[in-house]
């Protein structure tokens, strides 16, 4: 049972150029999304998070918006960079989940000259 | 110092072998982790370690036996490992236990088991 879904194996993107990625969830327990970023050998990066108070949260290049009705949050990347590929998962918490972050399978992306 | 820190990075062993993984933070953080990652999936969750007490093991088989000896430190044991265990074993940190859970992670142990 896969609570966190992204449906995006992987994407590619040009450098200069928007990168979105997106994140699908059927807990509606879930009130506290994260999005992580990997690369190979290393440890998740914490990015940034946003709570089911908010619609969006930005931090410098990246935004994440949350629309709660459709249970769906994306990441945006604005410009991409070269050093931005990697392995982004969203994850989840929330009341009720014993404050387990449950993840997503992840997208690859790759940022192109 | 902002970083959670594992030994070993690699780590192979036989099935009869014990061994253990260490992780080290100090951030300050009250909660730690392990979870699990094999290739091309998401980090599983193992255990969780709140003010030095285990409060959750996600029905760890019992060759896998955590250990939390102070709020610094967190060890995970391994016994009679099968080649199947062989995966990523990843170490996080978190303030504290809550909803509002931003965990940092440290790179790693990768584990061959032959």
Same mark, same amino acid.
């Given at each position: 049972?896969?609570?966190?879904?992204?449906?995006?194996? /992987?994407? /590619?993107?040009?450098?200069? *150029?928007?990168?979105?990625?997106?994140?699908?969830?059927?807990?509606?327990?879930?009130?506290?999304? #994260?999005?992580?970023?990997?690369?190979?050998?290393?440890?998740?990066?914490?990015?940034?998070?946003?709570?089911?108070?908010?619609?969006?949260?930005?931090?410098? *290049?990246?935004?994440?918006? #949350?629309?709660?009705?459709?249970?769906?949050?994306?990441?945006?990347?604005?410009?991409?960079?070269?050093?931005?590929?990697?392995?982004?998962?969203?994850?989840?918490?929330?009341?009720?989940?014993?404050?387990?972050?449950?993840?997503?399978?992840?997208?690859? #992306?790759?940022?192109?000259? | 110092?902002?970083?959670? @820190?594992?030994? &070993? $990075?690699?780590?192979?062993?036989?099935? @009869?072998?014990? %061994?253990?993984?260490?992780?080290?933070?100090?951030?300050?953080?009250?909660?730690?982790?392990?979870? $699990?990652? %094999?290739? $091309? %999936?998401?980090?599983?969750?193992?255990?969780?370690?709140?003010?030095?007490?285990?409060?959750?093991?996600?029905?760890? &088989?019992?060759?896998?036996?955590?250990?939390?000896?102070?709020?610094?430190?967190?060890? !995970?044991?391994?016994?009679?490992?099968?080649?199947?265990?062989?995966?990523?074993?990843?170490?996080?940190?978190?303030?504290?236990?809550?909803?509002?859970?931003?965990?940092?992670?440290?790179?790693?142990?990768? !584990?061959?088991?032959?």
């Amino acid at each position: 049972d896969q609570q966190v879904k992204q449906n995006s194996p /992987s994407l /590619s993107v040009q450098e200069g *150029r928007i990168s979105i990625l997106n994140c699908d969830y059927t807990n509606s327990m879930f009130d506290y999304f #994260l999005w992580y970023k990997k690369y190979p050998a290393e440890g998740p990066t914490f990015l940034i998070s946003i709570s089911s108070i908010k619609d969006k949260n930005e931090d410098g *290049r990246f935004t994440v918006f #949350l629309n709660k009705s459709a249970k769906h949050l994306s990441l945006h990347i604005v410009p991409s960079q070269p050093g931005d590929s990697a392995v982004y998962f969203c994850a989840a918490s929330g009341t009720g989940t014993a404050s387990k972050l449950t993840f997503g399978t992840g997208t690859r #992306l790759q940022v192109t000259l | 110092d902002t970083e959670v @820190t594992q030994t &070993p $990075k690699h780590l192979v062993m036989g099935m @009869t072998n014990k %061994k253990s993984l260490k992780c080290e933070q100090h951030m300050g953080h009250r909660a730690m982790y392990w979870y $699990k990652q %094999k290739a $091309k %999936k998401p980090p599983e969750l193992m255990f969780v370690y709140s003010y030095e007490k285990l409060s959750i093991n996600e029905s760890v &088989p019992s060759r896998f036996s955590p250990e939390c000896p102070n709020s610094s430190l967190l060890n !995970l044991h391994l016994h009679a490992l099968q080649p199947e265990d062989s995966a990523l074993y990843l170490c996080a940190s978190s303030p504290q236990r809550g909803v509002y859970n931003e965990q940092f992670f440290g790179p790693g142990t990768r !584990l061959t088991v032959l």
